[in-house]
C-alpha cells in the first residue's frame, strides 16, 4: 500500500517570496508521483509529475520539484509566488507495478499568498 | 479543459434520499477514480474501475456504489443520504496504457444534503 503525507496543511507567503510545499511519500514498490493544483471552485489539475531521469521536474507556471529517493520526498517548490497561486495543493503517488493503478493522494497543502 | 464531465454541476437534496452522479471519462480512457473531497477529511479515494471491471476500492460507504457501463462512462449512486455525505465528489479519467499518465479531473458535482 501507498501513502502520502503532507505536514503543512497551510502555507502563508508573501508576494515574491520563495515557497516549498513539503511531500514524502511510503511504499514498498516504486511509484509514479505528482503535484496537482486546486484553485478555488475547480477541479484538480496537473502541476508536473515525475516518471524516471533526472530528479528535478519543471512544470506549469513556474513550479518545480525535486524527487529524493533515500528520503522518499517529492517537494515543491517556486523562486518567487503571485497573488495567482493562492490555491490547494495536492501530491500523489501510483505505483509502477501496471496491475496496480490506485491514485493516492496527501491531504492537500493550502497555499496562501499575503500580498 | 480537462475533458472529463460530471453531471450534475450541483445537487441539493434531502436527508434519505438517494442521488446518481455521472462522470463521462476522456476519449479513449478506460480508467475512471471517484473521489470525495470534503473540508475535514481531504481528498479521499472511493472507488476505481477499469474497462468495465472494479480494480480498487478505497473508503466507499456501503450505502455507496459504483459501475462503470460499456460505454466507458461511470455513475456513482449514493443512498440513504447522511448530513454528512454533503461534499464535493470528482470523477477522473486515465490512460492506463499510457506510462506514467497522470489522471484527468472533472470538475466536480457538490452535494448539498439538507
Known amino acids: 500500500a501507498q501513502s502520502v503525507t503532507q505536514l503543512d496543511s497551510q502555507v502563508p507567503v508573501f508576494e515574491e517570496a520563495p515557497v516549498e510545499l513539503r511531500c514524502n511519500y511510503s511504499?514498498?514498490?516504486?511509484?509514479?508521483l505528482f503535484w496537482y493544483v486546486q484553485y478555488p471552485n475547480q477541479g484538480l489539475q496537473l502541476l508536473l509529475k515525475?516518471?524516471?531521469?533526472?530528479?528535478l521536474v519543471k512544470g506549469i507556471n513556474g513550479f518545480e520539484a525535486e524527487f529524493n529517493k533515500s528520503q522518499t520526498s517529492f517537494h515543491l517548490r517556486k523562486p518567487s509566488v503571485h497573488i495567482s497561486d493562492t490555491a490547494e495543493y495536492f501530491c500523489?503517488?501510483?505505483?509502477?507495478?501496471?496491475?496496480?493503478?490506485?491514485?493516492?493522494f496527501g491531504t492537500g497543502t493550502r497555499l496562501t499568498i499575503i500580498p | 479543459d480537462s475533458g472529463v464531465t460530471q453531471t450534475p454541476k450541483h445537487l441539493i437534496t434531502a436527508t434519505g434520499q438517494r442521488v446518481t452522479l455521472r462522470c463521462s471519462p476522456r476519449s479513449g480512457d478506460l480508467s475512471v477514480y471517484w473521489y470525495q473531497q470534503s473540508l475535514d477529511q481531504g481528498l479521499q479515494f472511493l472507488i476505481q474501475y477499469y474497462n468495465g471491471e472494479e480494480r480498487a476500492k478505497g473508503n466507499i460507504l456501503e450505502r455507496f456504489s459504483a459501475q462503470q457501463f460499456p460505454d466507458l462512462h461511470s455513475e456513482l449512486n449514493l443512498s440513504s443520504l447522511e448530513l454528512g455525505d454533503s461534499a464535493l465528489y470528482f470523477c477522473?479519467?486515465?490512460?492506463?496504457?499510457?506510462?506514467?499518465?497522470?489522471?484527468?479531473f472533472g470538475q466536480g458535482t457538490r452535494l448539498t444534503v439538507v
Open positions: 515525475y516518471l524516471s531521469g533526472s530528479t
Open positions: 500523489a503517488v501510483i505505483p509502477v507495478w501496471f496491475g496496480n493503478e490506485k491514485l493516492t
Open positions: 511504499s514498498s514498490v516504486s511509484v509514479y
Open positions: 477522473a479519467s486515465r490512460n492506463k496504457t499510457e506510462i506514467g499518465s497522470e489522471a484527468f
